[in-house]
């Protein structure tokens, strides 16, 4: 097609010729633009405004005073600080590890069985109501799982003293040895639905006819489970196994609701330790730094999972790095 114009005896024409489209002069990186800024002002400015802090000794007024690498020397000798940590470490157990291996189970027992048995809508019932607990405000799920497990006329206990079996009444959340378990269940309650909506979603994309010939040559459910189930929905697994990880490391809200770190320190974590340093013992400097120990582990893991999941990714599609 071709437009002219005629200007004093003089014809200009603009062609746009087939296989010749004229280019945007807006770049799609400019879509991106609203998305980095509100990134750097959320993140990286708090981010490295916390690392500066860490090299300093602060009480939260008046001029910090630049003390270097002491902050992080006091941090490896802390014994607070690295049994912490640990409970962390049980933490991963709680709500990367439980709910992965028993979601896996259940997904496959909803898609297998209830689905084929009772019908789609059943199945998305039951869905629903194990992932409930994701949607809940964890300030609430806190407070009802804190009259549950109450020593004085919880249910729990009630429960209990109901059927028969009084003598296991506990001080669920304010005996040391315990309280760091009775967190972990709550949870495993709190994080088993979203592994479970993912592989949901994973046995989707599965290959019925896979299925159909094992159990022709007289494959069982479970031998059906864990050859072709499970190395089908291998990236679900890692990503379900990363991103719980991460927040079992980062977890705050349940612990603050639940016992505030007690008794005696016995559910501390490294992010509530922070937080008591930095707000309650003011000592600013101090709490910043182990925030900031915190944030490199959690990124050095993500890092490291996301690598090991492009490996993983790259030797299935037969590419060598």
């Known amino acids: 097609m071709t437009v002219t114009a005629e200007r004093g005896g003089r014809v200009t024409g603009l062609k746009a010729r087939a296989g010749h489209p004229s280019r945007p002069h807006t770049s799609y990186a400019l879509f991106l ?28 007024v008046g001029t910090p005073s ?6 992080y020397r006091e941090l490896m000798d802390d014994s607070e600080f690295w049994a912490s940590f640990r409970h962390s470490l049980f933490m991963v157990l709680a709500m990367a590890v439980v709910p992965t291996a028993v979601g896996l189970v259940l997904a496959a027992a909803l898609f297998d069985y209830i689905g084929k048995h009772f019908g789609s809508r059943i199945v998305a019932v ?11 405000p964890i300030a609430v799920a806190g407070i009802v799982w804190s009259w549950i497990l109450a020593p004085d006329n919880g249910s729990l206990n009630e429960l209990l003293k109901a059927v028969g079996l009084g003598s296991w009444q506990q001080d669920w959340l304010g005996d040391p040895d315990i309280a760091l378990y009775s967190v972990m269940g709550v949870m495993v309650w709190v994080q088993l639905g979203f592994p479970l909506v993912v592989f ?25 489970f864990w050859h072709i189930t499970l ?3 291998r990236p679900e697994i890692s990503v379900v196994l990363l991103w719980c990880t991460i ?18 320190g016995a559910t501390d974590v490294p992010s509530y330790f922070s937080f008591t340093t930095f707000f309650e013992k003011t000592q600013v400097g101090y709490g910043a730094a182990i925030s900031t120990v915190l944030t490199v582990i959690i990124l050095a893991l993500a890092l490291i999972g996301l690598r090991f999941q492009t490996r993983a990714e790259d030797a299935e599609e037969g590419v060598r790095p």
Not at 126 to 136: E, F, H, I, S, T
Not at 204 to 222: C, K
């Open 33 to 60: 633009v609203p998305g980095v800024i509100a990134f750097t002002a959320v993140v990286v400015v708090p981010f490295l405004m916390n690392t500066a802090i860490g090299f300093t000794d602060w009480q939260g």
């Open 126 to 136: 039951l869905r629903a109501c194990y992932y409930l607990p994701q949607v809940l």
């Open 200 to 224: 949901m979603a994973g046995l989707q994309r599965v290959d019925p006819g896979l299925h159909e010939a094992a159990e022709l040559d007289g494959a069982g459910w479970w031998r059906r």
């Open 247 to 264: 927040a079992a490391l980062k977890v705050f809200g349940a612990v603050y609701v639940l016992t505030k770190g007690g008794p005696g």
């Open 66 to 71: 630049w003390t270097g690498l002491a902050n």
């Open 231 to 233: 190395p089908q929905i």
